[in-house]
């Protein structure tokens, strides 16, 4: 099983999400782990059954990170997505054409 792993924005940047994909069966304990540290998961979609979406909401504005959330919330992410083989988890910073 491939599970590949993005952390995603949009402006002004500060608050991520990730877009988790995988073939084969669903990485439950990934998934959990991810869950266990606050990630919540979006609806899932009825098309992509290989694929999540996971936020963290955060204490800034419309549940949007401060810069020490982001610190900590990113690094302790990041352990977590190591322990499962997923080192140097590009972020990718949405602009307003991949948004459309």
Do not use: H, M, Y
């Given at each position: 099983m491939t599970v590949t792993a993005e952390f995603r924005s949009k402006h002004p940047h500060?608050?991520?999400?990730?877009?988790?994909?995988?073939?084969?069966d669903e990485p439950s304990a990934l998934l959990g782990d991810?869950?266990?540290a606050g990630w919540v998961e979006h609806v899932p979609s009825l098309v992509a059954q290989h694929?999540?979406?996971?936020?963290?909401?955060?204490?800034?504005?419309f549940q949007g990170?401060?810069?020490?959330?982001?610190k900590a919330?990113?690094?302790?992410?990041?352990?977590?997505?190591?322990r499962y083989g997923?080192?140097?988890?590009?972020?990718r910073k949405l602009t307003l054409h991949d948004l459309l």
């Open positions: 500060k608050t991520l999400w990730i877009d988790l994909a995988w073939d084969g991810l869950k266990a694929e999540a979406t996971l936020s963290k909401p955060g204490t800034g504005l990170w401060t810069p020490a959330e982001r919330n990113l690094a302790a992410t990041r352990r977590i997505l190591r997923l080192a140097r988890v590009p972020v």
